[in-house]
């Protein structure tokens, strides 16, 4: 199954071994999973995938899963990748596809990251685990931890939307709210973990959501028939997606899957919350902390993102660039284009074609290229902040507001 070698360090390069729970290096950095390539490239073909499971273990060997019993999977990955014309003849985008990622379980590409730290739960033997969530982190927890029978302890912002609330209460998971921001959250889970007993799944502060999140960038290239686009649109908070699909190119780069071609990995963030930004601007390796984060895509509400370097190089590395939008513009997007595709997108996906409106106008980004954007979630998640826009109101101005009749 697993080519899984051992865990390295991003920042000191220290060697880690498997087979034992880990969390940060000694020296703070993130552990990246290594994988024996050599031995996948001999063991393994992209031709078989075509016989491989329609979800993102597909790609097995390149998980860190070594018993296929361990795997705890509510059918996670392989998500449309969607065709845009109609809104991209508008916007003057003639190759444009949306990842759906919406329709992962609990409606977010989440699911991928947790399927993945969940499984290895199992297979450490993990029986209680924690986690800090802006919100569709702690749905997805909660779901994964309720398959696996593993008992989860959820630390989300006060605001979180209902149904990430309602979701993790639904699935048994033992929920507090926070007076503050995720970064409190994580705080929180860091000072009970000990006396607790929990594991932590903070993304990067456990080796393996990585991993999960990577897959979007393995599917990428196998949906694009192995010729990566021109650029990719994702939505950033943590950051790990984008991490993860970075990560994902260089090891089927070795696998001889794709060439040394790269997209131009562009990050999209929210007027108020833009660390990743305001660095790629300044030209600095690492953000600084955000203050007074706001923005209603919950999932952008990361004011330092613990991966911050990782996203920073991937995009210099790729000459991508990173931008930021308002919560209007990408509300404003998100109904354009669900009455333009049929999609309903999270907010965080929307931001993304607010932000490809943005990069053709300046022209850093031409019509004939090839662009893929990430929806990383179900606007179905995000009721409150679409609400805003669809006010209900009983009687009276009923046509002007779309709201009830009174029937006579
Ligand atoms: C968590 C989340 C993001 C941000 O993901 P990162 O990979 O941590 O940057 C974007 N969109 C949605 C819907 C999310 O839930
Ligand atoms: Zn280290």
């Not at 696998?255 to 790629?280: D, H, N, Y």
């Not at 660039?321 to 997108?345: H, P, R, S, Y």
């Amino acid at each position: 199954m697993t080519t899984l070698s051992h865990l390295e360090c991003s920042l000191c390069k220290k060697r880690h071994e498997a087979g034992q729970a880990h969390n940060l290096c000694e020296c703070g950095g993130p552990l990246l999973v290594r994988y024996d390539l050599q031995k996948a490239r001999e063991n393994w073909s992209r031709e078989w995938l075509a016989g491989s499971p329609a979800s993102m273990w597909r790609y097995a060997p390149v998980l860190p899963v070594a018993q296929p019993e361990s795997v705890v999977s509510l059918g996670e990955g392989f998500t449309p990748l969607v065709r845009a014309d109609r809104l991209g003849n508008a916007m003057g985008a003639k190759n444009l596809w949306i990842k759906d990622e919406g329709v992962n379980p609990t409606g977010s590409f989440k699911a991928r990251g947790l399927s993945c730290a969940i499984s290895m739960c199992v297979e450490l033997g993990i029986k209680k685990v924690a986690v800090p969530s802006a919100g569709n982190a702690a749905s997805a927890t909660a779901a994964y931890a309720a398959a696996a029978g593993i008992e989860a302890h959820i630390f989300m912002p006060r605001d979180v939307p209902q149904s990430n609330y309602i979701e993790c209460k639904a699935m048994g998971a033992h929920v507090t709210l926070v007076d503050g921001l995720i970064s409190d959250c994580g705080r929180i889970v860091g000072e009970r973990k000990q006396a607790e007993g929990w594991f932590e799944v903070s993304t990067l502060k456990e080796p393996y959501r990585i991993e999960g999140k990577k897959t979007m960038g393995y599917e990428l290239a196998e949906q694009f028939r192995w010729d990566l686009p021109d650029a990719v649109f994702y939505p950033t908070g943590g950051g790990v997606g984008m991490i993860g699909m970075w990560k994902a190119f260089d090891e089927m780069e070795q696998l001889g899957w794709i060439t040394s071609k790269r997209p131009k990995m562009i990050c999209i963030q929210v007027e108020g919350c833009q660390p990743v930004v305001r660095a790629f601007e300044q030209g600095t390796p690492r953000s600084e902390f955000w203050q007074n984060a706001y923005t209603v895509a919950s999932g952008l509400r990361v004011p330092k993102p613990l991966g911050d370097f990782l996203v920073l190089d991937a995009v210099r590395e790729s000459g991508g660039t990173a931008i930021a939008v308002t919560d209007e513009e990408m509300l404003d997007a998100g109904i354009e284009l669900a009455k333009m595709e049929g999609m309903f997108a999270a907010p965080e996906g929307a931001a993304c074609i607010a932000g490809l409106k943005k990069l053709l106008a300046s022209g850093f980004l031409k019509a004939e290229d090839r662009i893929a954007v990430y929806n990383t979630g179900s606007g179905l998640k995000y009721l409150e902040a679409y609400s805003t826009r669809y006010p209900r109101v009983a009687g009276g101005e009923a046509d002007k507001l779309g709201g009830l009749i009174t029937p006579r």
